[in-house]
T-cell receptor, first 106, second 111 residues
Framework: KNEVEQSPQNLTAQEGEFITINCSYSVGISALHWLQQHPGGGIVSLFMLSSGKKKHGRLIATINIQEKHSSLHITASHPRDSAVYICAVERYDMRFGAGTRLTVKP | NAGVTQTPKFRVLKTGQSMTLLCAQDMNHEYMYWYRQDPGMGLRLIHYSVGEGTTAKGEVPDGYNVSRLKKQNFLLGLESAAPSQTSVYFC??????????FGPGTRLTVL
């Protein structure tokens, strides 16, 4: 079993919809990261969380340490949000989920 | 600021050849990382460094060596390339317990 599980693997939404991507992990961590990778390959860090909730524009990330679960929410989704979203957990090293491929249709 | 840069961007090697990938950052970050990304496997940590002169193994270190002689540079070496090392390699850097900044990637093909 992978240490970091993401769901769903693929997600298609209409522009304007509210999006939720989930991440569950099975190990103790010091922090959790959400990354975005657009077609063409560049990787950008969206959030780093160790507790609670963070918001940046239309993106919100939450983490529940007791339940070992994090969610990434996108409000008012837009076609430019189409990308792969990757959850990663940080211990002494880094372990990654397989990613969620999001497609937002106009 | 250039951020995190990687050299080269593309490379084709024959089995058994050696090469070095260079990662450079101009943000004075303590931590640096080398990852590989393969279809169906996601990102995996190869080696990392928490400071100049220090390195540590990640999840998939076999077949790779690294060096961090200067704080701003992290080198990844392949002594004898194998087809299984065909991948996209990403470097990243960060302050301790902060978000990571990624380089643009190096696409390596081993024939």
């Amino acid at each position: 079993k992978n240490e970091v599980e993401q769901s769903p693997q693929n997600l298609t939404a209409q522009e304007g919809e509210f999006i939720t991507i989930n991440c569950s992990y099975s190990v103790g961590i010091s922090a959790l990261h959400w990354l975005q990778q657009h077609p063409g390959g560049g990787i950008v860090s969206l959030f780093m969380l160790s507790s609670g909730k963070k918001k940046h524009g239309r993106l919100i990330a939450t983490i529940n340490i007791q339940e070992k679960h994090s969610s990434l929410h996108i409000t008012a989704s837009h076609p430019r949000d189409s990308a792969v979203y990757i959850c990663a957990v940080e211990r002494y090293d880094m372990r990654f989920g397989a990613g969620t491929r999001l497609t937002v249709k106009p | 600021n250039a951020g995190v840069t990687q050299t080269p961007k593309f490379r084709v090697l024959k089995t058994g050849q050696s090469m070095t990938l260079l990662c450079a950052q101009d943000m004075n970050h303590e931590y640096m990382y080398w990852y590989r990304q393969d279809p169906g496997m996601g990102l995996r940590l190869i080696h990392y460094s928490v400071g100049e002169g220090t390195t540590a193994k990640g999840e998939v270190p076999d077949g790779y060596n690294v060096s961090r002689l200067k704080k701003q540079n992290f080198l990844l070496g392949l002594e004898s390339a194998a087809p299984s090392q065909t991948s996209v390699y990403f470097c990243a850097s960060s302050y301790p317990r902060h978000e990571q900044f990624f380089g643009p990637g190096t696409r390596l093909t081993v024939l």
